[in-house]
Structure formats: structure tokens, C-alpha cells
């Protein structure tokens, strides 16, 4: 049997709100989670290179152990089973709570993605120059200060291609929400699927959607490698307050 | 000021200081001289106790770097060390790798050191220099940052590794003149090298260390009658060796 492609069952609302609810529920789950990982991957890293064993070995084990578990595995257990091992008034109360599929979707990818970023940010710390580590214990910074003004800006421009990789790697595994009843795009190309027996054309407009969102990151993220410091915000602020004081410095000669 | 007491530092089988003493006081500039590997960077190292000694002890301002409560914060704003490779910040420009510990450690407002800094660029000449990031400078420029750096933290001992071993002669001559800048300010300085020249230049007192064994020596015995002491150290004149040995 040939199928012939439909477009115009898109532009129905009921199917058109779906789509778009899909993009919105696709994008906060991938950046919300994107960003909890990056915070938690670093954290992760800067334990496992710590000189401490407290902070170092349960890194280690929890990165070992969590980096061998699927992601949907972990998109389930939040979900179905995580309400399961606390107190009942409070797994009652989170089974009660109408965002907890998407609460659940993101804390699932936040420690999936977590484990990778803290290897690439961990590799990245460690091929920092022992100099600038030391430079850095010179000026009498804290070991806070060390890793927030020096450390961690090196080691993010070292590693930006492996995160970003990282981040469009979580940005499709957005989809495995679906598992959940997220409404997701890929949950929503399904349900377009199972109410008009279509599923063609809705899938092709979320392929399309994750290719573009995909391809935007990487040449962002290629402009940010290229860039060096200078396209990073903080940093861009500090050179250009800088040079405007220079400025006025040469100004007044 | 700086007073190193029967030190010792041991890695693994191997002494690489044994039993050192040493003094500078405020204002004086010592110079040590030794083959690669001698140890040299290692005693500017346990000076800020980047490495611990295994023996002896260290004072600054009469106070043991190893008395329990010390704050390793203060005492290593109060000892700048300025690195070989310098080691600036690869992500902040030339300015912000001054003004950063100036904030952060000093607590100064963001004003303020920038206005402290730029001071100290227009001091040694960097002021045009101020916005360019580590990688688009000079090796001279980079050390000389290095410098403000630590000076900016206005310390009471600097530590120099090799300061002119990424400069030519003339920029080796303007060093020169910021180590004496910094004697008459009061600042006691111990600075490792190889080069005799600048050492003969710029030190007040000189020591040899050979097979972790400090001595002191006067800067004739430095430059011209000690080639035995002196081998390994690669910027040695042959033709002055020569010289005296004739």
C-alpha cells in the first residue's frame, strides 16, 4: 500500500497544540537538565580529583557504578520506583503531584548526563598545567576560589567540543521521557500517530526539529571553541570593562 | 625575615635538601646557583610550603611556617612566587590576572584594583599591554605580569624561579632594575638562576647548591673561580672558564 503524505492533518489545532507542547516540554526538560548535569557532573569531577579520599572514592563509585546504567533505566526508577522507597505520606504526595512525570524525567537525565560530564570535565582538570594550579594556590585563593576563577574556566574551555557533544547527546535523550507520559515531542508524534493513524508527517517535523536544535548547538558550540574567552560572557564583560579603562587611561595622557 | 633552620626534604630515597640554613633579611637579595636538578626549585618551593620538609624548620617574620593554626592563605599573599613559566591565568587578560587576587584575596572592590593594578603596569611598562590575554604576549611581558601579580599582593618576601630565562639581554637588564626596585623597598628577595650574569647584577648575597648541600660564596667565587662547583649550569661563559682557568 503507497502512503501519501498529509501535511494539512498538522494544521489542526488540536494536533498543532500537541506539536507545540512537545517542542516546549522537549526544550525544558533538556535544559533544565542540561544545566543540573553540568552542576553536578563538575561537582562530581572536582571530588574525583580531589586530594580528599572522603570526597574522591564515592565519586568514583557512584561515577563507575551510574555510568553503567541505561538512561531509561533511570527515567523508570524516578519515576516508578524512587516514590516507592520513601515514606508513604511523601511517595503519596509525589505521586499526587501533576509535574512529577517531568520532575522525574529530569532528575533521571540530570544523573545520567552528570556521570559523562564528569568524566569530560575531570579530563579536562586534569590536563590543566600543575603551574596554574599551583599559580592559583600562590595568590592565596581558596580551594572555592582556585576552582571557581581559575580552575573550572580553564578546564570548561579545554573541554567545550566533548560538552557540547554531551549536551545534543541530552538534548535527544529528552525523548526517552516519553517512557513516562512526558509530553514530549516524541511523545506527541506518537500520540498524532495513534489518533489519526498518521504518524509520517509528525514524525518528520520532529526529526526536523531535533536535527536544526542539534546542528544549532554544534556551531554554537564550534563559535565558542573558536572564540576562546572572548565570546564568553563573564569573561567579554571583564575584557571590555577592562579596555574602556584603558582607554580612558590613554585618553587622559 | 626569611630564615631556613637545618632544613631537609626528602622524595622518596632521595635528599634533595640537606641540612640548609639560610637568612635574608628585608631588603637583601639572595642568589642561589646549582646544577639542573639540585634542588633549587624546591627550596623556593617549601618557602611557601608547596612542598613540606621532612626535617627543619622555616620562619618568616620569626614565625614557623609549621606552627599549628597557620593561615596558609595569609602566608602565601605575604610570599609571592613567581614561577619559570610564569603560569598566568590563560583565560583572563594581562589586567584581570592582577585585579582577580586582588579582589578575591585582598578583598579589595573591583575599583579599586583596577586602579592599584594599572599602577603597577604603568610602573613596569605594561600599561598598553593590560588587555592582552597571556597568549598574546611576550615571554619578557608575561614575566614581568607574573611579577605584578605577585607584587600586587604586596608581599614581604618574593620568590623568583629563573626570572630571565625567557629574556633577551636587554629585557634581562630591566629585571635587573625591577629585583634592586623591589630591595629598596624592603622586599627580601631569594632568587634561583643560571644565569650569572644577572645573578652577579642583581644579588647581594650568593649561595651554591650542589647534591642538596647549600653554601654561601662571594660573587667572584659565582662567576669565575669555581668551575667544578659550577658545572652543569648552562649559561656559564666557556670563554670566561677559560679565562680564569688560565
Redesign the interface.
Known sequence: MRYEVDWSILARPELAALLIDGVRYTMIVAAVSTGVSLVLGTALAIARVSGSGWLRWPAELWVNLARHIPGVFWVLFFYFAFPELLPATWGSALNGWTSFALAAGIVALSVDNATYVSDIVRTGALAI?R??W?????????PW?QWT??LI??TL?TVTPPLANRTIHNFKNSSLCMVIAVPELTWATQQIESLTFRGIEATLVATLFYVTVALALGVWARRLERG??RHWRG?GA??RR??G??AR?DSRR | MVELISVTKRFGERTVLADVSLAVQSGEVAIVCGPSGSGKSTLLRTL?R?ETIDAGDIRIDGQSLYRSGLDL??L??KV??V?Q?C???????A??NVT??LV??KRLGRGEA?AQA?ALFRQFGL??R??A?PDELSGGERQRVAIV??LA?RPKVMLLDEPTSALDWCLRAEVVANVRALASRGIAQLIVTHDLDFACAAGDRFFLLQEGRLREVDNYTLACCAPEALRGLSSVPRGRLQAVAA
Open positions: 598545567p603551574g596554574e599551583e599559580a592559583a594556590r600562590c595568590c592565596g585563593l581558596s576560589q576563577c581559575c574556566p580553564v574551555r576562546g574567552y569573561a571583564v575584557w577592562e579596555r579603562e584603558l587611561v | 611557601n608547596l592563605r595569609e602565601r599573599a609571592g612566587l614561577f613559566q603560569h598566568l591565568f590563560s583565560h583572563l587578560s589586567l584581570a582577580m587576587p578575591k584575596v583596577r594599572l600599561e598598553r593590560a588587555d590575554f601579580r605577585s599582593l
